[in-house]
């Protein structure tokens, strides 16, 4: 639906939504999800930090430090609790995760050249799905079975591969 959604607004950039996509599946975007995964628990570390924080009552009149100071003490306050609780490392790793996956998408949409083998990547992927389906097992049918076992990784070859060479 998110997809549908998008090419709404620019439904007469499709080739280059689609380019821009498979720029990002390309450009590392699995390495943001991981990366993003361990910012998630870095925030959840912040959460429990924060919450305890909030129970502090450090000098000891039984009302929570928190609730006794002003906005922007409070503000400093947190802030100093996260950077104590999140791994730099982590942050780090995350943000740059971010943008090499966005640069790569952005200069896809900017070279011509990237946008085709983009586009070619992500049509040898679809046609990939309905041979190893339809047309291997077909085939197999039909030919001996001492060459059966080659027949995915040729045609998977020829779909896949072989879109990324044009």
Not at 23 to 44: D, R, T, V, Y
Not at 68 to 77: N, P
Request: glycine share 8%.
């Amino acid at each position: 639906m998110l997809t549908g959604f998008v090419l709404i607004f620019f439904g007469g950039l499709f080739i280059v939504s689609v380019a821009m996509v498979e720029a990002f599946k390309q450009g590392g975007s699995h390495i943001l999800i991981a990366n993003l995964k361990m910012l998630q628990e870095q925030l959840k570390n912040v959460e429990q930090a924060s919450e305890a924080d909030d129970k502090v009552d450090a000098d000891g009149d039984g009302v929570a430090d928190v609730l006794q100071i002003s906005q922007e003490e409070l503000a400093s306050r947190k802030m100093l609790v996260a950077v104590k609780a999140m791994d730099p490392f982590v942050v780090q790793e995350a943000f740059g995760a971010l943008w090499t996956s966005t640069v790569s998408a952005a200069a896809t949409v900017k070279l011509q050249f990237a946008r085709t083998v983009a586009l070619g990547i992500t049509i040898g992927d679809t046609l990939n799905r309905p041979v190893q389906r339809y047309f291997v097992p077909l085939l197999m049918a039909f030919t001996d079975p001492v060459y059966h076992k080659w027949y995915p990784s040729i045609f998977g070859y020829m779909c896949v591969r072989g879109a990324r060479a044009n």
